[in-house]
Each structure stands twice: as structure tokens, then as C-alpha cells.
DNA sequence: ACATGTGGTTATCGAATGATTACCAAACCG
DNA sequence: CGGTTTGGTAATCATTCGATAACCACATGT
């Protein structure tokens, strides 16, 4: 066999174990993907620094030194996030601005689901509106994302407000964990396929794999 | 003068000081409103057992005791601003289900921004849907609240969705204190507009009293 | 008057958490 | 090779927080 420190060569080498040295940029991102899933779970007073460790595979006071504080982290899981969300609307925008932007900007909006936390931590920043540095940052986001409908994509103030308003209450359902009852409530059912009449199954689907564990 | 542990009788008895002892179920009911307004500002896990003790004017052990535990003060929390909103729309249902309902409900809804806490609590309730017995208790309280609307108030999928997604962009914006924002920036300002077309008052109003210090 | 239940408080404890320090080893570099 | 930068970890620390214990006092019935 061998598989516990061999006399020579390198022990073995576990699959995921022997990360072979990162780039502390390529490091940094990672753990940022990994905060956005765990943030997005529990909220950013719920998430634990050691959580967001373990998820991205290092130790703990790596995160603390890399991002300094864990407002900070979470403040760069909501740029990532705002960015990705603002340059998945631009990228819809600039493939053509006729009447059927809004139905493709909304599908855009809802395959960003895929990536586990984006809006989930974006939600959760929301909430937070009376912090002083995430309150403000949030603040900042949510107006970029308006002004982008309104201005660049051309909704008119409805229009905008309707996107908005169902975008929220996706976030709120995929937060709820909705998609649980999806199989035993009518009612969550007849809920999921309203507010969601495409792509329904991603959010099905989702539901499956998740668990940040605590 | 006499200010200071008079020699004889009650020691002047400064304002709010005194307390002349509550009856159990009073106080009770006392600290769950101002534990709403605390978790309302920061969430569950951002809130302390302490802040709402001081909230209430209670030492911080007199909560844990009475309570058991900071979830089950906050389960307590959550029922009883479902409790609240369900009858407000129950009481709309009563008097009469013409064409006029959706409105008046409506109204109903926003008039309960006036109950500090109560529908921020239920949305920091919402995006927990991961925690066991949170998640387990807001997803029943939200299809409560569908199937109220669907059953009782004869809303159809699409009228129930879109009342839904409205209240859950107001929640957001009063959660992000976008009323911060209503004189200083337009967009924020047309945002607020388009969302709360009545009762824009009431949020702007509760925006300039709330602040929770921490 | 006195026992007793009830509405509270102060003091304190143990666990969790975010951050800091000190240290280590791989990689790069002349 | 030998040094230095860089990507990490283990150990530890100071706080904070939720909960418990111990105690106190007002009210109330008798």
C-alpha cells in the first residue's frame, strides 16, 4: 500500500489534500466564491470566519489576514457580487435593445443563481441597511443596479419596479428554502412555478446540493 | 430638592424609573415588541440578548430566562408579526371582497410599516430558510400567508405573486434605508415613488425616528 | 405579622469568535 | 547553492455573548 507518509517521494498526495501553492490573488478569489456561499446561507452576523475557512479549504486566520476584517470580506462578496450581476445585465443590453430585453435581462437575472450566494448575500446585505459600512455599500449597489435599468436598458420607472420587485421575491423564496416543499405543498408549488415560469427546475436543482453544514 | 434616597418615604421616584412592578404576561409581551424592533434592525444572529433587554428596559438575564433562549425569543417574535399581519388582511376580507380588495389590502400592508420591526423581522425570517427551526417556521408562515391570499382573498397565482413581489421590494427598500437617500438622490427618490405610490409619508416619516444604536 | 409566590437583579461562567503573533516551508532569484 | 520573499499554519488572546445561579424585594393571602 502506502498511503501514510511513505520513507521517500512525496506522501501520496491525497486527492484535493496537497494544494501545490497558489497565487495569493487566484487564493484570494476562491475564498471570496466561498464567503459568498456561506454568507448567503447564514447572513453576514451568522457566518463564522472559521466557516468561510473551511469552505474554501485554509485556515482560519488566513482569511483574518488576508481581508483584514470580516466586514471587509463580506463587503468584497458584495462587490464580486454586484459586479457579476451588473455586467450580466450589460452583456444582455449590448446584445440588443429591443422589446425583448426585459424578458432576456430577467433570465439573466435568474441564472445567476447558479452561482450558490450571489443574491443570497446580496438579500442579506439588503436587510442590513442600518450598518454603517454594509448599510451603505448596499445602498450604493441596489441604486447601480435601478439606475442600469432605468437609464442604460431603458425601462421605463414600472417597468423597473416590476423586475425589481419580482427579482426580490425570487431572492426571498430561494432564501426560504421554497423549493423543499416544491414535491409536498401544493401551495409552494403553485408559488415556485408562478414566480419563476422559466427555469424553475435551476432552482429545483439548487436545492439539492446545498448545505453549508454549521 | 430630594433627589438622592430621601430619609423617609419612596426616593422621589424619577420618571420612567419605578417600574411599579408588571404583571408577567405584560412584560412579556413588551419585550417581544422591542425584540422586534432590535432583530428587525439586525437580523437574528446580529442581534444580542442584550440589546434587547435594553430595548425593554430589562436586565439581560430577565430575557434569557423568560425566554429560554434567544431562538425561541425570536420564533415568538415571528409569530406574532404574522399573527399581526394575517389578521390585518383578515379584517380586510371582512369588509367586503369586491374588486377593491387587492388596494385595500395593499394598504393594509404598509400601514403595518408603522409596527417597527414587523415586517423587517419577518424578512431577516425569510432569507434563514437554512436554519432548522427558523427556516422550518417562516416557510409555514409565508404559505400561510400565500394561501390567505389565494383562498380567503380570492387573489389569482399572478395577482397573489405580484402582491407578494411588491411587498417584498418595499420590505427591501425600508431594509436598506433607502429613505435615507429619498432628498439626496433622484434615483433613490423616483425608486421610493414608483414602489409606495401611497403612504410614501409613513416610511419617510419612520426612517428619521428608528436607530436602534448598537 | 408572616410565609410564600412572583417579578425582578447582580454576579458569574463557559463557549465561541475574530484577530494577532510567531513560526514554517515552498518557491523564486541571484 | 544560499537568501529572501511569499503562501500558508498552529497556538494563543481578549472579547463578547447567551445562559445559569444566587439572591433580593414587593405583593398577597391568611
Known amino acids: 500500500m502506502s498511503s501514510v507518509s511513505d520513507q521517500q517521494g512525496k506522501p501520496d498526495a491525497q486527492p484535493g489534500d496537497p494544494q501545490p501553492r497558489m497565487k495569493s490573488g487566484d487564493r484570494r478569489e476562491l475564498i471570496v466564491v466561498a464567503a459568498a456561499g456561506v454568507f448567503g ?4 452576523f451568522g457566518t463564522t470566519t472559521d466557516q468561510v475557512a473551511k469552505a ?3 485556515s482560519q486566520p488566513y482569511v483574518s489576514r488576508m481581508f483584514g476584517t470580516k466586514e ?3 463587503l468584497e462578496v458584495l462587490a464580486r457580487s454586484l459586479r457579476t450581476l451588473l455586467s450580466a445585465f450589460t452583456a444582455e443590453i449590448a446584445a440588443g435593445t429591443g422589446p425583448g430585453l426585459p424578458a ?5 437575472y435568474v441564472e445567476l443563481l447558479r452561482d450558490r450566494g450571489l443574491l443570497l448575500s446580496l438579500m ?3 436587510v442590513l441597511g442600518g450598518d454603517p459600512a454594509i448599510g451603505t455599500a448596499a445602498r450604493a449597489g ?6 442600469l435599468l432605468r437609464v442604460d436598458a431603458g425601462f421605463s ?3 423597473a419596479r416590476d423586475f425589481l420587485a419580482n427579482g426580490m421575491l425570487i431572492n ?3 432564501g426560504l428554502r421554497m423549493s423543499d416543499e416544491f414535491e409536498t405543498n401544493d401551495l409552494a408549488n403553485e408559488c415556485l412555478r408562478t414566480a419563476l415560469p422559466e427555469k424553475l427546475d435551476l432552482v429545483l436543482n439548487l436545492g439539492k446540493e446545498q448545505r453549508s453544514d454549521r
Open 41 to 44: 446561507d447564514f447572513g453576514y
Open 56 to 58: 474554501a479549504g485554509v
Open 72 to 74: 471587509q470580506l463580506f
Open 104 to 108: 432576456r435581462i430577467g433570465l439573466a
Open 124 to 126: 442579506h446585505a439588503f
Open 142 to 147: 441596489f441604486l447601480e443596479v435601478y439606475r
Open 157 to 159: 420607472a414600472g417597468e
Open 172 to 174: 426571498t423564496m430561494v
